[in-house]
């Protein structure tokens, strides 16, 4: 099984529908993290998660919200989708230290 | 002007070839230094780990960090057609609680 896990891996929504992005990690890695990836613009943060109380806002956290429902899962949410969220959704995992981090093979969103 | 400078690319070169990626910044404050290489349809992966300025070897893969120029290289030797991905340099800061500034992530293309 991978470390980190993300469901779906793909998926299609209509504008204006609620989704769920969902990941869960092995890896015992208190903290975790959600990206987006589009071309050109590399990974930007959308929120963070240091432990299983501690949830931050990222630099793009404008119409997206997380719950951190345990050490291992970590789910994002779209409210109400529109256009220009479809993007390559990645989640990720580390420690307190300089490990590095650790990504999953991430969800491709896309909003018509 | 953003934190970490990356070339996009693409970057096309032969097989066998010496390969030069680099990123810039602009934070003195960053002491972790990384490479990660992300395959398409596929999460990053960590490649390369560096404390503070100096060379790192590993197998094929050279990172180097010079902090005085704010610049870091990841050189790749013998460069083979499984080498083509997508890489990423990130750094971080003990005083941002070492959360991870990416690069945009340079496309690199090896021709056989």
């Known amino acids: 099984d991978a470390d980190v896990t993300q469901t779906p891996r793909n998926r299609i929504t209509k504008t204006g529908k609620r989704i769920m992005l969902e990941c869960s990690q092995t890896?015992?890695?208190?903290?975790m993290y959600w990206y987006r990836q589009d071309p050109g613009l590399g990974l930007r943060l959308i929120y963070y998660s240091f432990d299983v109380k501690d949830i931050n806002k990222g630099e793009i956290s404008d119409g997206y919200s997380v719950s951190r429902q345990a050490q291992a899962k970590f789910s994002l949410s779209l409210e109400s989708a529109i256009p220009n969220q479809t993007a390559l959704y990645f989640c990720?995992?580390?420690?307190?230290?300089?490990?590095?981090?650790?990504f999953g093979s991430g969800t491709r969103l896309t909003v018509v | 002007q953003k934190e970490v400078e990356q070339d996009p690319g693409p970057l096309s070169v032969p097989e066998g070839a010496i390969v030069s990626l680099n990123c810039t910044y602009s934070n003195s404050a960053f002491q972790y230094f990384m490479w990660y290489r992300q395959y398409s349809r596929k999460g990053p992966e960590l490649l390369m780990y560096t404390y503070s300025s100096g060379n790192k070897e590993d197998g094929r893969f050279t990172a180097q960090v010079d902090k005085s120029s704010k610049y870091i290289s990841l050189f790749i030797r013998d460069s083979q057609p499984s080498d083509s991905a997508t890489y990423l340099c990130a750094m971080s800061a003990s005083d941002s609680n070492y959360q991870l500034i990416w690069g945009a992530g340079t496309k690199l293309i090896i021709k056989p």
């Open positions: 990720a995992t580390s420690d307190p230290g300089q490990s590095g981090y650790t």
């Open positions: 890896k015992g890695h208190d903290r």
